[in-house]
């Protein structure tokens, strides 16, 4: 299994990015799928999940400015990113719960290898 990301880059503030998560590979069910960010010297937080039902949950500080979705059938999860701050700058990464196949009982958990945004001021 393999979570691919694409997009991200360097914005001003105030401006928007896309995020989006590919998992590939065997993938018979795939459950919450999120985003995480790390910026240098802090440790990684959340900052969206959704559930294959699409339940949603967001950290604090991103309410209201960033969307998370999922294409259950692309079997992808998008991050939209409006109003973006300086302090939005961080290494985000995708993360996704997933049951390789069918006779599986448990779901195992998987990372991407991260995607930079940088919000300039």
């Known amino acids: 299994v393999q979570l691919v990301e694409s997009g991200g880059g360097l914005v001003q503030a105030g401006g928007s990015l896309g995020l989006s998560c590919a998992a590939s590979g065997s993938t018979f069910s795939i459950g919450d799928m999120g985003w995480y960010r790390q910026a240098p010297g802090k440790q990684r937080d959340l900052v969206a999940r959704i559930n294959s039902g699409g339940s949603t949950n967001y950290a604090d500080s991103v309410k209201g400015r960033f969307t998370i979705s999922r294409d259950n059938a692309k079997s992808t999860v998008y991050l939209q990113m409006n109003n973006l701050k300086p302090e939005d700058t961080a290494l985000y990464s995708c993360?996704?719960?997933?049951?390789?196949?069918?006779?599986?009982?448990?779901?195992?958990?998987?990372w991407g290898q991260g995607t930079q945004v940088t919000v300039s001021s």
């Open positions: 993360n996704a719960l997933i049951r390789e196949y069918f006779w599986h009982s448990r779901f195992n958990e998987y």
